[in-house]
């Protein structure tokens, strides 16, 4: 047995059996490297990753490679999902070595963990063009053996490549982003949006939920192509393969251009961010296909995702048997479910070739009934999902008996931020209760558990929070219960909200212009981290503007406000150069470009129905641009009101609306009608 048995990671208890001396990151192994002067084997992945599975059976449970590894090298093994800026660095590393990057990252470090050689998946005999992992490991450690100076030198050159990379830089622009160049950035995107399959580019095609909540935010200020590019997006993307029809939630990612045959596993980040794209989808258009889909996402994260304690697991693997899909698809006699299911009264509703869509077998999914391309978002004819309820109710039966794929139920706080704000927004959205009860579950459980000693931890599991917390944990989870905070006004929300901002800016102080990625002092990193690019997931950086936004409307604290524009100023040159990888900052942008409206409903608790009303009234529709808090005015209420709540009554015993703008607040509002036609109002549905 290896060093890996007390570790909490899943990926990393995935490999305590294997032959390979793994040690997790840390102070062990590194003096090891340093004292016996071996070169680190460093291999990085994560629980759902299918390669990493392919690598670790073939090659680390060899017992031929694992002699070569103990012997030459001292082998470290990290979860890219806990250490996101080990994962950064050492990518950056193998991205300039290589020209491409990946998992499973291989990669080959001196004792001062300076990278100097590196690749992906390598096989254990060569194919795909790769030499075998067992001749790599030879060469490697003859030259290290024997040019080992050449070696130090290449390292350091690397290293100082990885540093400037790293390094911040202002803009050459020094202006700021205007609304109108912002909006030529939305139009720019859709120059190369494939109108035929949805999205952007050929085969694999990843979901690219922030750049559709960009264009659906860039919809309520100019043409309403860009809404229909982003409707068109979510449609195509629900009627494909990649949504599993039977028990909610996307698969990761197509290996196709028409969404069809995905890449199995499923991740939490995806299914909260693509959850909120349908909720404002529905907000938008009231198409019920929208609703359906976004109540189908979240209830597969309630149904899968979800620990007793509240917390929701990372990811559900691709495989099962030892085979990829398997659990998803369907053969023609499970299809037919012993004439339980008349697959003909269907036929019309589902995609079901002769040649089946992946070796013969089927995935379950939609067949269109309509090109929307030719249609306006608002024409388009709603696609009900309810009516095929008796298919998937027992398909879903016949899948309960099959194996089903492992789940990584590290708790990552990050992704549960970006949940956590899905849920209540499908619950005000919706008017589903079930849904903000089990956010502030969530809420309680994150606040209790991976915020300790007045620090928050990155990952928990099995009782204990794991790996120091990043800037993306503070300014995420910030943005969440914030989120929260303007459901149920709640202040122990906004007081942790406060504490996390108020941490984030003093932790992650780089003395320059940005925030750095670790908290001041991490030791062990060859280079701070910036984390400044939009992935799979907001960049840390990304998410603390949009902290900042938040709490400077609801604390009245413009100087919040203007960090967040120093920032874009900043970041207005790599921005306006790839405008794809920055679309949480370009939310970001767009509403600081435009006069977001403050907006208070105040109600005292015998007008408390008719005011549920309300709040129900404005969820149905879509504002991007709004915050809106509801309070219920308590007689005699003492508690410690945020800013935006200061000074303001019910009026005449009713609901009353005041709104703010730019600093200057309107005459308030305090009819029905007077209320439900100011929401109706700035309605994307009437702005042609």
Known sequence: MNHLQDQTSPYLLQHVQNPVDWYPWGEEAIQRSRLENKPIFLSIGYAACHWCHVMAHESFENPLIAEQLNSDFICIKIDREERPDLDQIYMTAVIALTGQGGWPLSAFLTPQLKPFYGGTYFPPIARYGLPSFAELLENISRVWQNQQEKVLESADHL??????????????????????????????????????????????????????????????????????????????????????????????????????????????????????????????????????????????ILNHLTSPEGGFYSSQDADSDGTEGTYYLWSVDELQASQEIDLQKYQSNLDLPNRGHLDGQYLLKLSPQEKPQDLAYQDWIPYSIEILEPVLNRLSAIRKTRTPPATDDKIILSWNALALGALVEAGLAFDREDYLHAARQNAEFLHQNLYRDGFLHHTWRDGKGNQIGFLEDYAGFAIALLTLYQADSQSKWLTLAEDLISKMLTEFDSNGVFLFSNRKGEENLISPVLDLQDMVTPSGMALAAHALLLISAIQEKPEFSQQTEKWLVNMADSINQHPAAYAYWLQAALLLSTSWKNCVLVYPPESRQQAMSLIHSYYLTYHPD?????????????????DILQDKLPQNGQPTLYVCENHTCQSPLYTNKEILDFFSKPSLNQMK
């Not at 202006?175 to 912002?182: D, G, M, P, R």
């Not at 952007?200 to 690219?208: H, R, S, V, Y």
């Not at 409707?231 to 990649?242: K, P």
């Open 626 to 642: 709004w915050l809106f808090i509801p309070y219920e005015v308590q007689p005699g209420d003492d508690s410690q009101l945020a």
């Open 159 to 300: 290293t100082q490549q990885i540093q400037e990379h790293y390094s911040q830089s202002n803009s050459t622009t020094s202006e700021k982003l205007t609304k109108s160049a912002i909006l030529d950035i939305a139009e720019k995107m859709l120059i190369s949006y494939d109108w035929a399959d949805g999205g952007w580019g050929n085969a694999p095609k990843f979901p690219a939920a922030m750049t559709i909540d960009f264009l659906l935010q860039a919809g309520k200020y100019e043409h309403t192509r860009f809404t229909d590019a982003a409707v068109h997006y979510l449609h195509s993307l629900s009627m494909g393969g990649i949504f599993d029809l039977v028990d909610g939630g996307f698969h990761r990612y197509s290996t196709d251009k028409t969404w069809t045959v995905p890449h199995f596993e499923k991740m939490l980040y995806d299914n909260a961010q693509l959850a909120r794209n349908y909720i404002h989808a529905y907000q938008l258009t009231h198409n019920p296909h929208f609703r359906q889909v976004a109540e189908k996402t979240i209830d597969y």
